[in-house]
């Protein structure tokens, strides 16, 4: 689960601004900078609404429906706007809720360097590396403009991008049994990670 370890790893500050005036390494520190102020405010047990406010953060740093639409690939097309609405919303869940400790360890103990970035027009491409515990991982950050701020649609952790893999493990779930399968397999285990935390 290395790939949606990082990807919780990054969440966002609003740009207000109708023209676009944040570079997207900016846009990254600006966002580190933020979440790292709440975690020093709050205890080592964090209270659930200091949980939710980080997790509001997160799900702020991308643009799940393109997430979503790029780990259904062909499928996607194929479903309704009501199911492609529901997939987008159990898929962030799960992502969001299967790795907040690690986001949270992250932050605690990592230290992102941020090497280069190339903006072509509305996409960015955002290069860094994270030192772990026992390995340095290389992060591509893979951005677009949405509504003129920078959202994050994909993410390439040491040469795989994780939209290619879940479109290729989504698609392979689908030919063997169905989507409606896959559908109500995502629901119960969004349902299993949301009970954990009550």
Known sequence: MKIYFILLAFCCVTIASAEITTAPIAFLKGHDAVVQSVLVAAP???????????????????????LSRLALGEYWEQRTAKERAHFTETFSGIISEQNFDSFLRYYREGNITYQSETIENDKAVVTA?????????????????????????????DGVSTAEGNRRRYARY?????????????DKQLDRLLQTQK
Not at 44 to 66: C, Q, Y
């Open 44 to 66: 080592d047990t964090l209270p659930k609404a200091v949980r939710e406010e980080i997790k509001a953060h997160i799900n702020a740093a991308f643009d799940f429906p393109e």
């Open 129 to 157: 590396t994270v030192p772990l515990e026992r390995e340095q991982v290389e992060i591509v950050y893979k951005m677009h403009l949405v509504q003129n701020a920078w959202r994050i649609y994909d993410l390439v952790i």
């Open 174 to 186: 689908i030919k063997k049994k169905s989507y409606e399968k896959l559908i109500a397999q995502l």
